[in-house]
């Protein structure tokens, strides 16, 4: 099984702050590396997908890289609604697909 | 639009048996792969299980094998997940969520979720 690994596993941040959370996995997974957004008591939100690739209506001050194992996720002047759970997710093992342990952005 | 909705949680003791639904609408439901994901009280997201687009592929989280069994009815738009022999472990908020495909391999719209809690 592909094991994800986010660190940190929380930050506090303010607003108008940059953040990066990063998600290494077990074994290279070329490009199928994928983010999301989760709230409390909501459903997760595709961020970003294959890496780097904004979802619809997600706004640029994200961010994601990386290649191979090692990735990330940036987030630009953060704003109010940013602050949340981030999981990141492997799809190279399809369809046993594994998310990383999660990583909670809280306001500082 | 697209939209997801599960039913069918709810209490149950351990060793007994529930039965979860996911209706889809807002899209062609039987050209899309579809997984269970799960998330314990304060914890991070599991994948549970997936069905293909045409209900030949069935894979199973390791913990679950033997006793989910996910099902879908490309007829009423409806995905299904059948949890016998639950444990206090499987308590979670469980959702359905589509698969984008095989050239993306993400979870591209979920549904709301619903509660399983297994105690006695």
């Known amino acids: 099984d592909i094991q994800m690994t986010q660190s940190p596993s929380s930050l506090s941040a303010s607003v108008g702050d940059r953040v990066t959370i990063t998600c290494r996995s077990s074994q290279t997974i070329d490009n199928f590396l994928n983010w999301y957004q989760q709230k409390p008591g909501k459903a997760p939100k595709l961020l970003i997908y294959a890496v780097s690739n904004l979802q619809s209506g997600v706004p640029s001050r994200f961010r994601g890289g990386g290649s191979a194992t090692d990735f990330t996720l940036t987030i630009t002047n953060l704003q109010p609604e940013d602050f949340a759970t981030y999981y990141c997710q492997q799809g190279y093992s399809t369809p046993l697909y594994t998310f990383g342990q999660g990583t909670k952005l809280e306001i500082k | 639009q697209v939209q997801l909705v599960e039913s069918g949680g709810g209490a149950a003791q351990p060793g007994g048996s529930l039965r979860l639904s996911c209706v889809a609408s807002g899209f062609s439901f039987r050209t899309y792969g579809f997984h269970w994901v799960r998330q314990a009280p304060g914890k991070g997201l599991e994948w549970v299980a997936f069905i293909s687009d045409d209900s030949n592929k069935e894979y199973y989280e390791d913990s679950v094998k033997g006793r989910f069994s996910v099902s879908r009815d490309n007829s009423k738009n409806t995905l299904y997940l059948q949890m016998d022999g639950l444990r206090s472990e499987d308590t979670a908020l469980y959702f359905c969520?589509?698969?984008?495909?095989?050239?993306?391999?993400?979870?591209?719209?979920w549904g709301q979720g619903t509660l399983v809690s297994v105690s006695s």
């Open positions: 969520a589509r698969d984008s495909g095989y050239d993306s391999r993400n979870f591209d719209y």
